[in-house]
Each structure stands twice: as C-alpha cells, then as structure tokens.
Nanobody, 114 residues
C-alpha cells in the first residue's frame, strides 16, 4: 500500500541544477533508508545515491560531489539535489527503499542539454 511519487524533473542546460522530490505515503518512512535510482533510455536502472542508516550517505562515483540525498521526515519526503548537471545525467529518476524495494513509482524525467 506504500506509494512513491517523484517530481521535480525537467529540462536543464549543462551546468544547471535541479532538486528532485519523492513523497512516500502509506509506509513507516522514518524507519527505512531511501535511495535514488536512474534509468537512461535503453539502459538498466542503477543506484546513484542512498542513505546508510540514519547519518551516512553513499553515491555513485560519477555523481560524487555534485548530488546530495536528504530527507524531511515531517513531510515524508526524500530529496536529490543535483548540481553541475551533465548530458550523461539524462534519465528517468526514481526513489525507493534500499534494503527492501517497493513497487516502483512513475519516476521523474531529467533531461540535460549540451
């Protein structure tokens, strides 16, 4: 019964920034570590950022220093701040639990122009 609703994507120029949001409803949000995944056209979905426990985070090498995952427990929302975007970051972005995956939401499209 848990639902994941991503938003905040859009079209941005190289070097620009976006902040993605993921609202988690119907679950015990505060008890589960969350992550952000992406799926470029024609490629597999991959994990790009995740929470580890309550105080640590981990990122794919390609986004370290540019992307930041965070949360607002009062709003049942996890965020992905994306800075210095590159065309290769173009993908549909999804959120999900990292230890026990939920059914995927619709994702939000991020398109970075060169």
């Amino acid at each position: 019964q848990v639902q994941l609703v991503e938003s905040g994507g859009g079209l941005v120029q190289s070097g620009g920034s976006l902040r993605l949001s993921c609202v988690v409803s119907g679950g015990i949000f505060t008890l589960y570590a969350m992550g952000w995944y992406r799926q470029p056209v024609g490629k597999q979905r991959e994990l790009v950022a995740r929470e580890i426990g309550r105080s640590s985070t981990n990122y794919a090498d390609s986004v370290k220093g540019r992307f930041t995952i965070s949360r607002d427990n009062a709003k049942n929302t996890v965020y992905l701040q994306m800075n210095s975007l590159k065309p290769e970051n173009t993908a549909v972005y999804y959120c999900n639990r990292v230890q026990s995956l939920l059914p995927w939401g619709q994702g939000t499209q991020v398109a970075v122009s060169s």
